[in-house]
Structures are given as C-alpha cells and as structure tokens.
C-alpha cells in the first residue's frame, strides 16, 4: 500500500481555540474587512457581503443508515478593496463552518482533511490576499501582477462556494487548492494569461489554525487561462504539493493535473453556464482520476442545475468508533483501496421575494445518486456501506446581502471587476444579485 508518512494515528477533533489565539487566528482578515466597511478614499472600490445557507439533509450512510441531519453552511462574511483603478486590492474572507459544521456536514463521497462522508469545515480565516496589478509599465501590451497571502493556488477550477450546488464534489481535492499562504506571479497578454505560484504543501488540520510558515515555498502550481471571448475560458493547471496529509511534511508528494472550459453568457432572457473538467492527482504508484461536467441555467428568480461526475476516492482506515473520520495524518499503510464514485445531481434554486430590504433569499432542493464501487485494494463499499448505491437529498435556504462573492483564486490579471461593480455579477449561488 502507498506510504502515507508518520505520525499520531487519532483523529484532532475541531476543539476551541481560546479567546486570545482565535482574535490571532481572525484578526489579518478581520483587519481587511475593517479597513474595506471603513469610509473609502476617493476613487476607491468598495464591496461587502455576508452570505449563510441552512440546510437539511438526509442522505444513506455507513452501516445501512439512513441520517437526517440539520447545518449552517458556508456562513461568511467578505470583503474587498481596490484602490487606484484597481492596481492595489484586497480581498478577505472569514469562514464560521468551525462553529456551525462541528464533526462535519454531512455528505455521502466528499472526503479531504481527516472526513469521510462528510464536508470538512473550512477554516476560520478562508482567505485574506493583497494584489498589486501593472504598477510598473511593461512593453508589449502585457500585464502582470503579483498577489500575496492565505488563499487559493492557481490551480484548477473555482472554489465549489463559487458554484451551483450544495454538495460539494468529489474531486475537491483533486481539482482546487485551497486555504494556503501563497504567493502568486500572473502575467497576461491579449486573451492569454499564465500564472505561476508558490506555497505550503501543508492541508489544514483543525479550522482554527493557520498554514505551517516553515513549509512556505516547499510545493508549487502554474495555470494557463485562454479566453477567446463571448464568456468561454479554457484553462490547464499543474501542480507539485509536498505532504499535503501530514503536516510536518513526512507524507508522499502530489503531482496534480487539470483541465476545463468554463462557458458563462447571456441566452434569451436568462444566462447559462457550464463546466467541464479532468483532473489527475499522482502519489507515487497511486493515480486517481476525475471527470465532472456541471451546469445551470438562471432566469429571473429560477436557478435550475445539474452535475454529472465520475471520481476516484482514496480509502483510509477509519477511525475506530467513527465511520466518517479517518486518522490525520494517516499512519504508514493505511490507504485500504480505492473506489470509484459515478454521481448524478440536480437541484433547483428559487428566488424568493424580499421581505427584508437588502437581504436575498433563495429556497434550494437538490437530489444526488452515487453509485460507488471498488477500483483496487481491499475496501469492500456494499460491506462499508451496506449497499452500493447512495441516495443524499438537501433543502436549503440561502441568506445573503451586500456584494456577490468574487471568483476566488482569480487575483490580479487572472481577475475580473469586482463583485458588485459594473460588470461583476456572477451567476452561480446569487453571486451579484
């Protein structure tokens, strides 16, 4: 079996960090915020918003258990500043799923950070990236900037918070990376743009922390974006994560590949996207694929959508007494097998009128099907879980006002306006409205 590294063999749970270390913890992107509420200077760019989702789900768990389980998602709180046309910005966000998703939420073929089964908890600070754009002229019609801070590699697709449905997919971790001190070069010219990164190879372990800056620099990421025009942008991403499982870098090294076309316009009267993307992560003699395909069409206050993927997940051993955690980091041998994930979503997202002024409502309801089976090693899914066809059923409400959320992880030349300025509405999760 893959050698995952040393180290404790128990799980950490979320626990609660006290008062002292939390304000340690928030205080960089709480201080970005702060400084976008407080009164801009002339010619600066304001953009606020706080966003919540409550969702129910009942979905088939391990065991042949059927569970029916109440969370507050992705309740944030962002902010972003730009000043001089842009040239200088900031964005921040603070992320509560360590208080409202404590133990996970849960999510029948999500896994990552020591879950399974179910969403990990984002950590408290989410992002908080300082860019500067074209502040010295370069011949040739070509751009450049460089950004800064906890965020996104540049690196596959969008964040799943910047995407249609509730459930996460299971190719989040082979397809982003997220919540990382990073540093990122971005040079565009016409309709061409490469980026080039550096970073902690490091995940995190608990919500509260922050990434290990001793690691900073050990792992790496180049994306190239090409956007022809009327909303189609072609992108490919690789990427070197050193011990991304164990934080004291003990772990095998990552080799990552992804592929998309993201296409997002005006039809009729209503606007379309879409997504399709492949994706390869490599440890050692251990390759895992992923083929998603997603889309939604809105018009007006209807939000139909649908996801189509296919997946390899990693099978660890499982933390004893606990079927949705496993060992973080993993201890030597304990990758069990992989299985194969062939999941069918679809959802609708209703608009619902204001009642507050400001503050948007939307009514959720998506359904999933996954069918899950062994691709090699010795985890048996139909003894595991007791079938091999799963079943997850979400109904939310979505809460939102201010500012849509930007596209994270587009810093700089790799960016678009704003949210909330002319030209930076999004689509996907009343992004913009």
Sequence with gaps: M?????????????GAPGRRA???????????????????????????????????TRADAPGGAVVTEARLIEPVAYGSMAWLGGRLAVHAMLDGEGWTMRGGALAPGDWGEGYYDRR???????????????LAALPGAVHWSLAAGKGVAPFGTDDPMNRPALLFPVDHHWSQILERAV??????????????????GDEPERWDEWPKWSRFGDSWSARGL??????????????????PEDRAGAGPTSDKVNVSARLERPVGSGAFYALAE?????EGVWVFHAVLVESEYRRGRWRPYARVEVADRPEDQ???????????????????GVTRWRTILAGLGIGLPEAVHGLRAEAIGEVAWAGVASREGVFDPAAFYGRTQLWTVNLGLRLAAGAGMHRMGRYGVAGGPMPG????????GMRGE
């Design 226 to 243: 090409v956007r022809p025009g009327d909303g189609l942008e072609l992108q490919a991403s690789l990427a070197r994560v050193k011990s």
């Design 120 to 134: 990990h908890p984002h950590t408290l600070v989410h992002e908080v990236i300082a860019t500067a754009t074209n």
């Design 278 to 282: 492949w994706a390869s992560n490599s």
């Design 183 to 200: 540093a990122v070069l971005g040079v565009r010219r016409g309709p061409v743009v490469v980026e080039v990164g550096t970073f902690d």
């Design 421 to 428: 300025m002319a030209g930076g509405a999004g689509m996907s």
């Design 22 to 56: 939390l304000r340690r913890a928030a205080a960089p992107a709480l201080a970005a915020i702060a400084l976008a509420a407080g009164p801009p200077r002339a010619g600066a760019q304001l953009a606020l918003g706080i966003q919540g989702i409550g969702v129910v």
């Design 318 to 336: 499982r933390v004893f007494g606990d079927p949705f955690r496993s060992p973080r980091p993993p201890a030597d041998n304990s990758l069990l």
């Design 2 to 14: 893959r050698q995952r590294g040393h180290g404790r063999t128990g799980a950490r749970g979320a």
